[in-house]
């Protein structure tokens, strides 16, 4: 009779403890971002964004060598941008995702208004060859609180490489030639902040960077090799994201 009561109490204590040791197996579903999912899970995710680059007053594309982009300066060189982004990222904190990123950014080689012009071409890299190329790289979002994030990303930058000839017409003009192969090989990065309208689903505002070497030049008369003028580029840009 003692054993029969006992084996009935570990019984008992075995079908309550299993609800309890269920519950403590599964991670935590809480914290801001996708606050829906568990940490450890994750979303394919695809994006896009539509901006203005800067621009320079000498025809070129980028800054000079600074490349960067100055906000209280209008630039009638500005150009419309875009960048189509993919990927996949993991919720690894309650707060925090973290994940891989593939796409294509052009930086100015497209005027739609021209839609609308006849005789205008809307794709005019023939002639203005601006800065795009394919991208791969890591990207992180952070939400300090549900709806609002804060996101950054960066990584491997592809360029063109315009036929390998970076250098302007006064450069030609100047008895300057192609020196040497541009690197076409350079760095991406940028910063954003928005809003999830649901978990899905989110929009916001970035500003990106993408740097590229203009390769070497070369003084005809002299046999002198010096780098050329980068090309770099900054976009600030409305972007869309969708989670799968």
């Given at each position: 009779?003692?054993?029969?009561?006992?084996?009935?109490?570990?019984s008992?204590?075995?079908?309550?403890?299993?609800?309890?040791?269920?519950?403590?197996?599964?991670?935590?579903?809480?914290?801001n971002?996708?606050?829906s999912?568990?940490?450890?899970?994750?979303?394919?995710?695809?994006g896009?964004?539509v901006?203005r680059t800067?621009?320079?007053?000498?025809?070129?594309?980028g800054?000079?060598?600074?490349?960067?982009?100055n906000?209280?300066?209008?630039?009638?060189?500005?150009?419309?941008g875009?960048?189509?982004l993919?990927?996949y990222?993991?919720?690894?904190?309650?707060?925090?995702?973290l994940g891989?990123?593939?796409g294509?950014?052009d930086l100015?080689?497209?005027?739609?208004?021209?839609?609308?012009?006849?005789?205008?071409?809307?794709?005019q890299k023939?002639?203005?060859n601006?800065?795009?190329g394919w991208?791969?790289?890591v990207n992180?979002?952070?939400?300090l609180?549900?709806g609002w994030y804060?996101?950054?990303?960066?990584?491997?930058?592809?360029?063109?490489?315009n036929?390998?000839?970076?250098n302007?017409?006064?450069?030609?003009?100047?008895?300057?030639?192609?020196?040497?192969k541009a690197?076409?090989?350079?760095?991406?990065g940028?910063?954003?902040?928005g809003?999830d309208?649901?978990?899905?689903?989110?929009?916001?505002?970035?500003?990106?960077?993408?740097?590229?070497?203009?390769?070497k030049v070369?003084?005809?008369a002299?046999?002198?090799?010096?780098r050329?003028?980068?090309?770099s580029?900054?976009i600030?840009?409305?972007?869309?994201?969708?989670?799968?």
């Amino acid at each position: 009779m003692k054993k029969a009561a006992l084996a009935l109490a570990v019984s008992c204590a075995s079908f309550v403890a299993i609800p309890a040791f269920a519950q403590d197996s599964n991670p935590a579903v809480t914290g801001n971002y996708q606050p829906s999912q568990a940490v450890g899970s994750g979303n394919w995710f695809i994006g896009a964004q539509v901006g203005r680059t800067n621009g320079s007053d000498n025809g070129g594309f980028g800054d000079g060598n600074n490349g960067g982009f100055n906000f209280l300066k209008g630039n009638k060189d500005r150009r419309t941008g875009y960048g189509l982004l993919g990927g996949y990222r993991w919720k690894v904190g309650p707060d925090l995702g973290l994940g891989l990123e593939a796409g294509y950014a052009d930086l100015g080689n497209y005027r739609v208004k021209n839609v609308f012009e006849d005789g205008q071409d809307v794709d005019q890299k023939g002639t203005r060859n601006a800065l795009r190329g394919w991208m791969v790289g890591v990207n992180g979002k952070v939400n300090l609180v549900q709806g609002w994030y804060l996101s950054a990303h960066g990584g491997y930058f592809r360029a063109n490489d315009n036929n390998q000839n970076y250098n302007n017409s006064v450069s030609q003009d100047l008895g300057f030639s192609n020196g040497g192969k541009a690197d076409r090989g350079s760095w991406y990065g940028g910063v954003g902040t928005g809003w999830d309208i649901n978990e899905h689903f989110s929009v916001g505002a970035n500003y990106d960077y993408f740097h590229a070497d203009a390769g070497k030049v070369k003084n005809n008369a002299t046999g002198e090799i010096s780098r050329g003028i980068k090309r770099s580029t900054g976009i600030v840009s409305l972007a869309g994201e969708y989670r799968f």
